[in-house]
């Protein structure tokens, strides 16, 4: 058995103390030049790949290095970059970012590329753009040059690049007649190409990631796999095949029919599809076995994995690779960073290179068994399960037990609710607000970097803050903003700022990860069953109303999100923890309502990240997902109005679900889509309020007045006037003031001519 390999399917970029994502903005911001930042990734990279062979992974992977995104990098490798973004250069780093962001500091501004989750995680990736005339070559040489890079340091490379389908599938088709899979032939040649390439650099293997196949597929899109992988077979570097998020069981004869010298599997997401596919592996495959889960932090049980891989690893043991079971990317990089931790905690936790640790810990137990050290791991794994059965609170259970339907349901229907809300409030047509959040500004996170180092008192950094948020309502007052907020100067994030308010989470110091571009988030950790502590944002949201006689809103992050956005314990269901932290949100609700707050939002942008890949399985997710955020939400009176926000989520197959959480108002992105995504609520005639984005805040760009007027004049003619409010797509934080005042200021003025012309 001791020819069992280890794998990785790709690393974290952003580095222990995210030195990508400071690195990158210096660049855009000109502090730093092009070949400074190259030299920061290079140094990741070359550390990544140490750490990765040290615990013993033979083919090292590549191409899981991206600057902004890797399926961007993908789209410049093959030359399939928007006219806009391109002009007359070559494409080259400052390309990607031009799509990303619609800016870059050489070219022209452009808009930006969409950009949504992918499938069912955190992480966004740059929608493809793809027309009719579209053609494919190797136009960007990235990839070609880590992997000279690494076989440099005396490294053998395993390539890893999306799989033509699945990027034809993730792509966005620019005409309406135009079906993207009619480019599956071309695609096909320029991997062939790039395959080619690899081939003359000496490598061996490649991996071609196919995630949709977890997806239910219509027959079109199967017919390709055959089509694509038959052609692909004739290339020299052996394909492994690997798909991650779900089980592909349901596509195993045409998965074990195609010509592919390896396949990998994410036995963490459905460990049963094993036997299945083991039963039906050629005599010359190798079978890839994703058993760490890739897209946690809690330390594998390696002992009960080793238990169920003992049979298949002693029919195939040189056949047989172990790994995580989908790309690390989702996971902090470094526990040893993590010093305050409290040691009973920290045990529990493998962070990336920690699960390389235990893919070689795994090993041992599969090859010696009966060995010391194999006991010894053992050991560890049993006192992790008795210390995670410790952190039980028997009231917050005893509370979600004695939940009633009544709980989940506020007291009249909205028809009704709407007309309290605008007898309370009396806002005008298209009323503005925006979503949350105002620029957190260097002298911000100074402030607040100086009151955890105590270096200044609470009652410093409370005065301070109180200044801020006094700024930041005069700034909307100035601007004619309807509906207020107060700018959320005191938080970190809007998940962890909660989180470390209630029982049963813990923190990290560098466990972030990349969401996007140089956005990393840093997830709390839920190790027990969750309640409040007490109230969490009253202090600031009464203070900031006593600034003003216009509606603030009372500013609350959702408990879907809550718990998508943290590192939940594998060993409680996600329902039971959504619905814990609903109570303990619901409570926060109460409060506000009683101190006079009449507009609450609770923002829930990760509502359909957590739904299930296939179809089959939505509905009980979204069962209890509608469940929570409605008893969130349902302990307020009629003219209490609650807001929910959600960003970056395709609306057609759940409008049905949104509209059942019965928010009276619910604000969305919608200007990377220039509206198409209010097509879901026109055909289904949403009966509450909606606040389509015109402001795309992920952009430097600051959109004219007329931009903003064709945007929701392209609203109205989807969605009755009466039910629209005009605002942002997203929360302002990363934004800087110079380009946040401007672009609200053109909010307002597009507004008020929009009344004008359709009131």
Known sequence: ????????????????????????????????????????????????????????????????????????????????????????????????????????????????????????????????????????????????????????????????????????????????????????????????????????????????????????????????FESAYQTLSHSKPKLLLASYYGSIAHHQPLVSALPVAGLHLDLVAAPEQLPLFAAQLSQDQVLSLGVINGRNVWAAQLDDIADNLSAVVKDFADRIWIAPSC??????????????????????????????????????LLTSPDSESAKQIIGTCIERRNARSQAANKQVQQRVASLCPQDYE??????????????????????????????????????????????????????????????????????????????????????????????????????????????????????????????????????????????????????????HWSFAREDISRDTIATQIALAIRDEVVDLQEAGIGIIQIDEPAFREGLPLKRSDWQHYLDWAVAAFKLSAAGVRDDTQIHTHMCYSEFNETIAAIAAMDADVITIETSRSRMELLNAFEDFEYPNEIGPGVYDIHSPNIPSVEQMVSLMEKAASKVPVQQLWVNPDCGLKTRTWEEVEPALKNLVTATKSLRRSLG
């Open 1 to 224: 058995m001791q020819s069992v390999k280890i794998a990785s399917l790709g690393f974290p970029r952003i580095g222990r103390k995210r030195e990508l994502k400071f690195a990158q903005e210096k660049y855009w911001r000109g502090e730093i030049s092009r070949q400074a930042l190259f030299d920061v990734a290079k140094s990741l990279r070359i550390q990544h790949w140490q750490w990765q062979a040290e615990a013993g992974v033979e083919l090292l992977p590549v191409g899981d290095f991206a600057y902004y995104d890797q399926v961007l990098t993908l789209s410049a490798t093959i030359g399939a970059i928007p006219e806009r973004h391109r002009g007359s250069e070559q494409v080259d780093l400052d390309t990607l970012f031009r799509v990303a962001r619609g800016r870059a500091p050489t070219g022209e501004e452009a808009p930006a590329a969409e950009m949504t989750k992918y499938f069912n995680t955190n992480y966004h990736y740059i929608v493809p753009e793809l027309s009719p005339a579209q053609t494919f070559s190797i136009a960007y040489e990235q990839l070609f040059e880590e992997v000279e890079e690494a076989v440099a340091l005396g490294y053998k490379v395993k390539p890893v690049l999306l799989g033509p389908v699945s990027y034809l599938y993730l792509a966005k088709a620019q005409g309406e007649e135009f079906d993207c899979l009619s480019l599956l032939d071309n695609l096909v040649a320029v991997y062939q190409a790039i395959l080619a390439r690899f081939a003359a650099q000496g490598v061996e293997w490649v991996q071609l990631d196919e995630p949709i196949l977890a997806l239910a597929l219509e027959p079109q899109w199967t017919q390709a």
């Open 327 to 364: 790309s690390l990317l989702h996971c902090p990089v470094d526990l040893d960073c993590e010093q305050q931790l409290a040691p009973s905690l920290r045990d529990q936790l493998a962070f990336a290179k920690q699960k390389l640790t235990e893919l070689t810990q795994l090993k041992l």
């Open 410 to 563: 506020r007291q009249h229907a909205f028809a009704y609710r709407q007309a309290a809300q605008q007898q309370r409030f009396k806002l005008p047509l298209l009323p503005t607000t925006t979503i949350g959040s105002f620029p957190q500004t260097p002298a911000i996170r100074g402030l607040r970097n100086r009151w955890r180092l105590a270096e200044i008192t609470q009652a410093q950094y409370t005065a301070q803050l109180k200044a801020v948020t006094q700024d930041t309502i005069e700034r909307q007052l100035k601007l004619g903003i309807d509906v207020l907020v107060h700018g959320e100067a005191e938080r970190n994030d809007m998940v962890e700022y909660f989180g470390e308010q209630l029982q049963g989470f813990g923190f990290t110091q560098f466990g972030w990860v990349q969401s996007y571009g140089s956005r990393c988030v840093k997830p709390p950790l839920i190790y027990g069953d969750v309640s409040r502590k007490g109230p969490m944002t009253l202090e600031w949201a009464e203070y900031a109303q006593s600034l003003t006689d216009k509606p603030v809103k009372g500013m609350l992050t959702g408990p879907v999100t809550i718990l």
